[in-house]
Structures are given as C-alpha cells and as structure tokens.
C-alpha cells in the first residue's frame, strides 16, 4: 500500500512539474520575444534563448516542486 501512494505521488508530481515547466516555457517565450520569426530568422540566436530558458524553468520547477 506504501509502494502504490508513493508511485501515485511520484506520478502526480511529474504531471505537475511537467504542467509548470511547459507554462514557464511558454510564458518566457512570451516575455523574451522568443518567436518562430525569430527562428527563421536566427536559429542560433533562437537555440541560445531557449536553452537559457529552459535552464530557468528547471531550475523553477526543481526549487519549487522537487526540493521543496
């Protein structure tokens, strides 16, 4: 019985944090000018914003759901 509100927990957990992190993305995407135009435009430019704001979001999502 442990075992299953553990795997429950642990799956409510990921569905949270991916839901946290998938709006954090796209809210930075939003706030940073992160657009598809932008990709055409400038790919390298676009995979270095990207990547800075993925870092963000883990790093929000690790603080506020995993290492609470």
């Known amino acids: 019985q442990n075992e299953d ?3 429950e927990y642990l799956i409510q957990l990921n569905q ?3 839901e946290m992190f998938n709006a954090l993305i796209e809210q930075f995407k939003k706030s940073e000018g992160i657009t ?3 990709k055409a435009q400038d790919q390298m430019l676009w995979v270095s914003k990207m990547n800075n704001i993925q870092h963000i979001a883990t790093e929000i999502v ?3 759901l ?3």
């Open 16 to 18: 949270d944090a991916e």
């Open 5 to 7: 509100k553990l795997y």
């Open 36 to 38: 598809e135009q932008l």
């Open 62 to 64: 690790n603080n506020e």
């Open 66 to 68: 995993i290492y609470r």
